[in-house]
Structure formats: structure tokens, C-alpha cells
């Protein structure tokens, strides 16, 4: 018979709790995975790390993903380094060492603690945007682009407005105002072979005005040359290269037809490049000389969002009384010997039927749209010389006044606006030739008395019946019936594609075109095509008469222009 093997003494001891438990061989095996780990991460931020900054410091780059960022069809793509975050307030990384540094003299320490204290402050992305807002000059500082870029709205303590429409516009906001009204057009599509024209979205008179003080000629065009580069990479350029595309530019055509590469010249070259002598631009003045631009009206204060808005207006602009004859709100140009502005305010001083406003003289009224709009409101005439250029805001702000225009130079308004006002100048202004005010052989207010009222009635009822389309409704709305100075624009752009496409269908393209006489051809009626002899010739056969060109009186024109973004009025 055979025993049975006798087990080892210390299993019992096991069983009864006197060996060690499988719960403290738990632990120790945690244990050793923890220890694992730690020297896993011990090795990968004190070895790796180290050795990946001393590759940087060598000149070695490491390789990092690339992200490939979608783009429409027919244009380049673009990979794009992914960066790893940055932390703004996080040091360098730096490596360690075993070497133990000397202790730091007093001069050394004192020296540390100066470096300390001038280290650069952090800087932040909206600085630069609450500067403009505590810009106490600048009447739009910080709210440029408020109510769709309308501006601030105006109260009316002194009833001179409607309540409710009017707000403190900047006269260069063009730019956003024409966008925003092109988001509500009702006839968009995608589809570029059905388009009637092709809208270009770039803000070009927000671009330039960034730069056009203080900045080389390389950053004042660097936006132009990339739209254009961009624009001519899309297959809706080679349609008709780019003869139906247009772009809008609140600002005058002088602040984008650099002539030279000199540093010291003024604006940038947008409207030279050779892609966009294709394109037409709408400006708020454009140049006699040239086919690529084309004027629109300045913004006023007055954005109605109904037609029954308009109708109001018209009708109480038509039951005023007006006691004034004329007035004249701006000031003097002793700095340019051509201006005519001294002698108008002289003749207006001179006249007990006269009433001016002084624009010059420190805090002047110039720069309250309800004093302003009042004075044209109580005047039957208002004179509009040349601003720093032709044109000048002053000259819609007084229409929607229901004040009849008297220009001095056809280039204020009868060759910029042919789009929105008669080409027969007569119907609703009155034109005395600049040289006349410089003889001073011309009595304003004997000129103006000589009118009959029955003719002065009928050329104010024309002047009313002109407000819609001289002003921009609010782009959050729609006028009904009423054509205003945006849908004026976008007809008039599409009737000059469409007109274009058929000469080319047709081999009727007028080759003969002569550029620098674009100003008679805008002044052609419908079927016309030839050009000849004007009686506004004296006034445009030499470009650089005021605003010919950037080299000339133009571009000092075009400098002055800060001072009308100041004042308000000019």
C-alpha cells in the first residue's frame, strides 16, 4: 500500500494567512508597471527632447504634417504647414544641464533685473482696432463698419431728418455698403455661364486707404497684384478675360492709378495692372481719361428701408420754404492758386441772400449733419466747386436736400455720374465756368436772380425726383418700386456686358475707341458711337489739369484727401 505524499509545510502556513497573499503579489506587479512607465516618459522628455533641440539648433528641420486646405475648382491648392500650438505666455524649451553656473556678480545681477524690466510687453491682435476707437478725431473710430456699414444712427432733437433712416455715414464706406446690398441681390447665381457680369468681392478702397500714408509702394499693391493673380487663375477669367468682371472702390480713382515706382508717388497701381484694365471698377470719382472706371454717388446720411420712406421725404423736401438764395458750406484752398473756393465765399459774405458755413475755423458746425443738411434745406442753390478733387460728398448731401447744384467744372459731376443723373445737365443744375469766378466778371447771385421761378420750380422738382437714385437704401432691406444708386449700378454694369458680348457676336467692336477721350463717350446717347468736337474740351485736353494724373496736381489731390475724412465735408 502505498502512502500518500505529505505536502509542504508551507502550504498550510499559506492557507491559514502565514505565507505571502496573492493580493501583495497584485501590488508588486502594479508596482513594476508604474516604474515602467515612468521610465518610459523619463526617456522620452529627457533623452528625445533634448536630442530633437539640439537638431534645431544644428539647422535641422523636423518634419511636420501638412494640411491640404480645400479651394474652388480651378484654382491652385495649397498645402499649409500645421504648426504645433504655441503657447503665448509659455517660455522656449530649454535643455538641461549637469554643469553648475557661478554665482552672478552684483553688476551682473543688476543688469539681469534692467533686461527684466524692458522685456516687451505682450501684445494683443485688437490693439490696433481700440486705438481707432479712442480716436476722438475720427468720426467713425470704432464703428466703421456698424449697421451693415452705414455707421451710427442720427438722432433728430432738431428735426431736420426722418426718424428713422439716417445715420452718421463715412463718405468712403462705398466699399461695405455696395457688398452687403450684393448679398440681398435677388438675381445671384453660381453659375458663371449664365451670369450677366461677375461681381469681384475685394474691398479695394479698405485696402489702400490701410496703406496709403507711411508704407512703400511693395505693401500699398501686394493685395492688387494677389487678386488679380488669383482672379486670372479661374475659369471664369478666360471667358471674356475678364471684360465682365467689376469690383467696387469707395474711394477716388486717383488713389489706385500709381504711375511710377517711385517710393514718394501716391496710391497704389491697381487700376494699371493689365488684368484690370479689363475689369470695370466703380468709384465714387472716376478719371475722364480712362474706360476701366466708372463714378457712382458718394454715400449720404439717408438709407430708407421702404419706399414709403422716400415718398415722405420727397414730398416734405418739396414743401420747404427757402428763404436762403444760395449757400456754400466748406472752406478756402489758399494752397492751390486754381481753386475758386476763396472768391465764393467772398461773393457769399458780400450777398444778404447768402448764407455760409465756414468749414475751416477749429470745431466748426462743418461737422454736423443736421447744420449742414438745415442750410441746404432753407437754400434754393447750393454751390459745389471742386473738393480736394472734382467731386465732393457735399454735392448729394444737397440734393437729397432738395437744393439745386451749381458746379464750376463739368468734371464734378457731368462726366463722373452719367449713370445717375440726366446728361442733360440743364434740367437740374446750373453751370458757371470756373474762369468766369476767377475774372471775376461772374455775379453769383446775379446769375442765379436772372433764372425765372417757374424754371427754378421745375429744376427743383427735378432734383427731388433724382433723390432715390442718388442714395443707397439699407442693405438690410429692399426697396419696393424704387430704383436706387446700387440697382442703378448693377443695370447699368450688366446693359455693359451685354452690349459688349453682342459687338463681339456681331464684329462690332468700335476699334477706333480713343481712351483718352472716354469722357465724350460716356456722354454719347444710345446708338451713338462717334466722337468729335465738345465744348468742355478746354477742360479735359490736358490730363494734368486737376486730377489728370498721379505725377500732377491729382496726386497732391488724392494726399489732401485725409482732410476730407476728417471734416466731413469738403
Known amino acids: 500500500m502505498r502512502r500518500r505524499p505529505v505536502l509542504p509545510a508551507h502550504h498550510d502556513d499559506m492557507e491559514k494567512g502565514g505565507g505571502k497573499p496573492a493580493s501583495s503579489r497584485l501590488c508588486f506587479l502594479a508596482a513594476l508597471c508604474a516604474m515602467f512607465w515612468v521610465l518610459i516618459f523619463y526617456f522620452h522628455f529627457a533623452v528625445v527632447s533634448n536630442d530633437a533641440g539640439a537638431a534645431d539648433t544644428a ?6 504634417p501638412r494640411i491640404r486646405f480645400p479651394v474652388p475648382d480651378g484654382a491652385s491648392r495649397v498645402d499649409v504647414p500645421l504648426a504645433p500650438p504655441v503657447r503665448a505666455s509659455e517660455p522656449p524649451p530649454t535643455t538641461t544641464t549637469t554643469t553648475t553656473a557661478p554665482a552672478a556678480r552684483p553688476e551682473e545681477k543688476e543688469k539681469a533685473a534692467a533686461e527684466e524690466e524692458e522685456a516687451p510687453r505682450k501684445v494683443y491682435p485688437f490693439e490696433r482696432a481700440l486705438r481707432t476707437a479712442d480716436n476722438k478725431s475720427d468720426p467713425c473710430g470704432g464703428r466703421f463698419m456698424s449697421n451693415d456699414g452705414l455707421g451710427p444712427p442720427l438722432g433728430n432733437d432738431e428735426g431736420v431728418f426722418s426718424n428713422t433712416g439716417w445715420y452718421g455715414t463715412n463718405q468712403f ?29 475685394f474691398y479695394a478702397g479698405f485696402d489702400v486707404a ?17 487678386l488679380v493673380d488669383w482672379l486670372m487663375k479661374k475659369p471664369e477669367w478666360s471667358v471674356m478675360g475678364g471684360r465682365d468682371h467689376f469690383l467696387v472702390a469707395g474711394r477716388i480713382t486717383w488713389d489706385f492709378r500709381r504711375l511710377t515706382e517711385q517710393e514718394s508717388d501716391w496710391g497704389s ?11 470695370s471698377m466703380l468709384v465714387v470719382e472716376s478719371s475722364p481719361w480712362n474706360s476701366n472706371d466708372f463714378g457712382i454717388p458718394y454715400p449720404t446720411y439717408f438709407h430708407p428701408a421702404k419706399d414709403a420712406d422716400v415718398f415722405l421725404w420727397q414730398d416734405r423736401m418739396r414743401s420747404l420754404e427757402r428763404p436762403w438764395l444760395f449757400s456754400f458750406a466748406g472752406a478756402p484752398r489758399p494752397g492751390d492758386p486754381m ?40 437754400s434754393l442753390f447750393c454751390l459745389q466747386p471742386q473738393g480736394d478733387s472734382y467731386t465732393r460728398r457735399s454735392a448729394f448731401d444737397s440734393m437729397l436736400a432738395g437744393c439745386i447744384p451749381v458746379f464750376f467744372h463739368p468734371g464734378s459731376a457731368y462726366v463722373q455720374y452719367t449713370w445717375h443723373l440726366p446728361k442733360n445737365y440743364t434740367r437740374y443744375s446750373v453751370f458757371i465756368p470756373e474762369d468766369e469766378i476767377r475774372t471775376r466778371n461772374a455775379s453769383i ?7 425765372h421761378p417757374d424754371v427754378v420750380k421745375k429744376m427743383r422738382e427735378e432734383v427731388i425726383n433724382l433723390i432715390p437714385r442718388v442714395i443707397y437704401a439699407d442693405p438690410r432691406a429692399k426697396l419696393e418700386t424704387l430704383k436706387d444708386a446700387f440697382d442703378v449700378s448693377i443695370e447699368a454694369i450688366i446693359n455693359k456686358v451685354t452690349k459688349l458680348r453682342r459687338d463681339i457676336i456681331a464684329d462690332q467692336e468700335d476699334k477706333d475707341f480713343i481712351e483718352e477721350n472716354s469722357w465724350k463717350y460716356s456722354l454719347l446717347e444710345d446708338g451713338q458711337r462717334t466722337i468729335g468736337p465738345h465744348e468742355w474740351d478746354p477742360f479735359f485736353s490736358k490730363p494734368k489739369d486737376k486730377g489728370g494724373d498721379s505725377s500732377g496736381s491729382s496726386a497732391e489731390a488724392a494726399k489732401n484727401s485725409w482732410k476730407i475724412e476728417q471734416r466731413g465735408q469738403n
Open 269 to 279: 497701381k491697381l487700376l494699371f495692372l493689365p488684368a484690370a484694365k479689363n475689369m
Open 210 to 226: 490701410r496703406y496709403l500714408w507711411g508704407y512703400n509702394i511693395s505693401t500699398r499693391d501686394a493685395a492688387s497684384l494677389d
Open 339 to 378: 481753386s475758386i473756393r476763396g472768391q465764393l465765399i467772398d461773393q457769399c459774405r458780400s450777398s444778404s441772400v447768402c448764407k455760409l458755413l465756414e468749414c475751416d475755423l477749429g470745431e466748426s458746425k462743418c461737422h454736423s449733419p443736421s447744420t449742414i443738411m438745415k442750410m441746404f434745406q432753407s
Open 173 to 201: 464706406s462705398v466699399d461695405v455698403i455696395f457688398g452687403n446690398r450684393m448679398k440681398q441681390y435677388e438675381c445671384l447665381t453660381e453659375d458663371s455661364s449664365i451670369a450677366a457680369a461677375v461681381f469681384v468681392p
Open 59 to 64: 539647422g535641422v528641420r523636423i518634419a511636420r
Open 445 to 451: 447771385e446775379e446769375r442765379l436772380k436772372s433764372i
